[in-house]
């Protein structure tokens, strides 16, 4: 199990979140970690001490002045008797204790006496997170080696309001606390990387695009598996509706053309692998305005143009990285279709793939490839796509091998 002999004292502190952190007590002691929970005064306002401590088997501890809890524990073993200090939710305001050093409370105490690593998965009002105190304490926070998951885009709890300050899923979490304990070796240190994920999308007008089914999990997964071979890793992506992976620089686009500028701006780098499903096509000239249908007139054609190919860009840069990786969704002739391709884009390597819909491939969570290199030919079996990303990782890492 992951967090086998781990423990972590989990700070929760007072947002509406605190409901997912019941979720997540569990989540970590599934996998092998010893929870012990502390709980501001706000947390208690949104999930009891007692639903709390039943989830992680353990006593609950709320008070710096507990006469109880300082003579059995004290709250300066609390900080310094676990392996990780997990705050989820962490509020804004307890950021900013956190950056000025405040302690006023047994979680800001603890904040401040603790030497363990600390992970921090905020959750607040999108206003508040974008506000410029919160982004200084975070940046403060940051530069003191504090450790961030989330938060993530999408609708609040508490109001129909929508942006960047959700906490991070329980999984995420959990995965960003795994890659805190992660000593493995990681022989991608100093390399950077840049990968490409998604769709892109092509406007016609103002509402309409023109897309694909790529649903990112390939690429997303090629990042990460990067990350965590010490690479530090750019993704570019296009619209998904999935998270960014932890640890890696996410950028976000729309377009083949926004895509490419970000990815030339991401150079130089030591890797690259293209994985985003670019529209080879856009509309020449997308209209400013809905376009209108009038009964009676005759329908709007739409004239394409060509989008850049950012891997044959790539391939044939003067920064070009050391390692070029590319894709090739094929529905026929897999493999001699991925030959010309490394080729006509000076590509290393080229991940082929059946897309045909039997296989299920575009936009499932499994992957059959063939790796076409310059000296051959690889199959691989059906694997997962994070198995095909950590394989795929490990290949890359093997280049740099003096
Ligand atoms: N790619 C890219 N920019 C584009 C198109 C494709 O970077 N505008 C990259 C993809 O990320 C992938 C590979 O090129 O790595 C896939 O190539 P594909 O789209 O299949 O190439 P085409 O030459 O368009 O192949 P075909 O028309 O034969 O399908």
Redesign the pocket.
């Known amino acids: 199990m992951v967090f086998s002999g781990k423990r972590i004292l989990l700070i929760i502190s007072g947002g509406i979140a605190a409901y997912k952190s019941l979720d997540l007590i569990r989540r970590l002691r599934e996998r092998g970690a010893a929870v012990r929970p502390v709980m501001t005064k706000g947390a208690q306002e949104f999930v009891t001490p007692l639903a709390v401590g039943a989830l992680a088997a353990d006593h609950v501890f709320t008070d710096l002045f507990s006469r109880q809890d300082e003579q059995d524990v004290g709250h300066i073993r609390l900080a310094r008797d676990c392996d990780l200090v997990l705050i989820a939710p962490a509020t804004a305001d307890l950021l900013a204790k956190m950056a000025a050093g405040l302690a006023d409370d047994l979680a800001s105490t603890i904040l401040l006496a603790t030497d363990r690593p600390v992970l921090v998965a905020p959750a607040m009002n999108p206003h508040m997170w974008a506000h410029v105190a919160t982004k200084r304490n975070v940046r403060t926070l940051r530069d003191d080696g504090i450790r961030f998951v989330g938060p993530m885009a999408g609708e609040m709890a508490e109001s129909r309001e929508a942006g960047i300050g959700r906490m991070a899923e329980p999984l995420d979490i959990v995965a960003a606390a795994e890659a805190m304990f992660d000593d493995s070796p990681k022989p991608l240190a100093g390399r950077k990387a840049i990968v490409?994920s998604g769709p892109t999308h092509e406007p016609i007008d103002p509402v309409r695009y023109i897309a694909n089914r790529s649903s990112g999990r390939q690429g997303h997964a090629i990042a990460a598996a990067l990350a965590k071979l010490g690479a530090e890793v750019t993704l570019v992506s296009g619209p998904v509706s999935i998270a960014d992976p932890i640890g890696v620089r996410a950028i976000h686009v729309e377009r083949?053309e926004e895509m490419r500028d970000a990815v030339l701006a991401a150079l130089p780098a030591d890797i690259a692998v293209?994985?985003?499903?670019?529209a080879?096509w856009r509309v020449a000239s997308a209209s400013g305005q809905k376009i209108k249908k009038h009964p009676g007139e005759s329908i709007p054609t739409l004239a394409l143009t060509e989008?850049?190919?950012?891997?044959k860009t790539v391939g044939h840069h003067t920064m070009r990285p050391k390692v070029v990786v590319?894709?090739?969704?094929?529905t026929q002739n897999v493999e001699s279709?991925a030959r010309a391709?490394l080729e006509?884009?000076g590509a290393d390597f080229i991940v082929a793939n059946d897309v045909s819909p039997a296989t299920g491939i575009m936009g499932g969570v499994r992957n059959q490839v063939k790796i076409v290199g310059r000296d051959g030919i690889e199959q691989w079996p059906d694997l997962a796509k994070d198995e095909v990303a950590h394989r795929l990782a490990t290949l890359i890492a093997k280049q740099f091998k003096p």
């Open positions: 490409t083949a293209m994985v985003a499903a670019v080879d989008n850049p190919d950012i891997l590319g894709f090739a969704a094929e279709n391709k006509r884009k």
